[in-house]
């Protein structure tokens, strides 16, 4: 979509390089990490937000893309966030899957 980075991060556009890939959706690493593992998964096809995911098999594939991509990089304990419009510190309007990971992680997260 137009000049959104995610997708053109997805569509090879501009070069970065996978942790996972398949038919529906990428992994790479967040370039601002908050944690020693920082991850972003994202869907191939542009959706702005959760709240436009209507897609429930593309719903399936990004939650399974968080399983496999723990799986491959052997990740046992972590947080998956999504953040969802400004107030909430969306930032990238490409929807997203946080992996975080690697230090204790307080909850409440403020
Ligand atoms: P959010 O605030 O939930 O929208 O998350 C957006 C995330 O994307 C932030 O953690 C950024 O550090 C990350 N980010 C922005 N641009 C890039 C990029 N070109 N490559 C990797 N991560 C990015
Ligand atoms: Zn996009």
Not at 36 to 59: A, G, Y
Not at 71 to 91: C, F, M, P, S, W
Not at 95 to 100: F, P
Not at 102 to 110: H, I, T
Request: glycine residues 6%; proline residues 6%; charged residues 25%.
């Amino acid at each position: 979509m137009g000049d959104c980075i995610f997708c053109k991060i997805a569509n090879k556009e501009i070069p970065s390089e996978f942790v996972y890939e398949n038919e529906h959706i990428v992994a790479f690493n967040d370039i601002n990490p908050t944690a020693p593992v920082h991850i972003l998964v994202i869907p191939k096809k542009h959706v702005e937000s959760l709240s436009e995911l209507e897609d429930k098999n593309l719903m399936a594939e990004l939650l399974d893309g968080v399983r496999l991509v723990t799986k491959k990089l052997n990740i046992k304990d972590y947080r998956t966030v999504i953040n969802t419009g400004k107030e909430a510190g969306q930032e990238v309007f490409h929807i997203h899957l946080h992996i975080i990971s690697g230090r204790p992680l307080k909850w409440p997260p403020g």
